[in-house]
């Protein structure tokens, strides 16, 4: 039942956002993984592993870990995956954050099995940055330095994207009104946090471009619209994620900034960093969850809490979810043989 439908309900109470958790393009590549995993021959005689993947396939520790106990080993870089691999046709699979033509172009000298478990959304600016540049654009990419998937964008034209973080950043470009000039931004960032920014480099650069869809995706958007519904009934707010979750920090900045406390939004990666001094006097607590978080998770942080005394358990739902993303057409074939 919805806490709108229970006008002056005061029990304690867990207030759950909806949606949260994975979006479509997390669940593409976990499915990926996983239906690679299920295919495969194991043990193999020459002892490879059934699948590599090229760093996180998301940002989320629990997820890559189950993955791992079920064979698949994940690198930092292709040169740690043998050249016997190659030979092999062991799969190879890049993340859902994508990955620049460096390291496209590695993959192809090296002969590797290659399944790209890239975002569509993601693909999407990539594909975004490859046609200004072909125009003589210069772009400005608002993103997080080091990031997996502003590494993988910046390095479609390095020398033609310039990288900020913050609105501060803006007044430290410098362009002619001569140069034609395109913005494009990270997809998981929040759509409030990017606002000033953009509007700082709408004043600097009046001529300054945007694609015809925003960069932020759906899952990012409707999750921080959820936080902000849900801190209008609650005390507290936890938000569950990992700590390179991109999509996740900014959910905790949203519920923050929402609940007017730093103090009162919180992020974890699951039950075992709860901190019972943070419901203490409260008698609502909201919960939400990044796009690459499994709901088990949530679970648990929702048995703590029941635990704490918080038994009822309400709903605010924001806008409704059907996206899907069909899987790489190689382990369609896979799984179509299951």
């Not at 791992?68 to 691999?85: H, R, S, T």
Request: negative net charge; contains cysteine; charged residues 20%.
């Amino acid at each position: 039942m919805n806490v709108e439908e229970r006008p002056g309900y005061m029990a304690k109470r867990i207030v759950l956002a909806d949606p949260r958790g994975f979006c479509a393009g997390v669940d593409r590549a976990i499915v990926t993984v996983q239906t690679i995993l299920k295919t495969a021959h194991t043990p193999r005689p020459d002892g490879l592993p059934p699948v590599y993947v090229r760093r996180q396939i998301v940002h989320n520790k629990h997820v890559v870990q189950e993955l791992a106990d079920q064979g698949a080993v994940f690198v930092e870089e292709l040169a740690e995956i043998p050249d016997a691999a190659a030979q092999a046709g062991i799969p190879v699979v890049f993340s859902a954050h994508g990955v620049s033509p460096t390291v496209q172009a590695e993959a192809k000298r090296r002969g590797l099995n290659i399944i790209d478990a890239t975002c569509p959304l993601v693909g999407k600016v990539h594909r975004e940055v490859q046609r200004f540049v072909k125009q003589g654009y210069e772009i400005v990419y608002i993103g997080h330095k080091g990031h997996d998937e502003a590494v993988g964008v910046v390095g479609e034209a390095p020398e033609h994207v310039h990288l900020i973080e913050h609105v501060d950043d803006v007044p430290k470009l410098h362009f002619d009104e001569s140069q034609k000039l395109a913005l494009l931004t990270q997809t998981t960032l929040s759509i409030d946090e990017t606002a000033d920014t953009i509007a700082a480099l709408k004043q600097q650069f009046p001529w300054i471009e945007e694609p015809a869809s925003s960069d932020i995706c759906y899952a990012t958007s409707n999750r921080q619209a959820a936080v902000k519904l849900v801190a209008e009934h609650v005390d507290v707010m936890v938000i569950v994620g990992s700590a390179n979750s991109s999509n996740s920090v900014r959910l905790m900045e949203v519920a923050a900034s929402a609940l007017g406390d730093t103090t009162r939004a919180h992020r974890v990666d699951d039950a075992s960093e709860l901190d019972d001094s943070w419901f203490a006097n409260a008698e609502a607590v909201g919960i939400s969850s990044g796009a690459s978080v499994p709901d088990s998770l949530v679970q648990g942080v929702i048995e703590h809490l029941q635990q704490l005394g918080f038994t009822d358990l309400d709903t605010v739902a924001g806008a409704g979810e059907n996206m899907h993303f069909v899987l790489p057409a190689p382990v369609r074939a896979m799984a179509a043989s299951l």
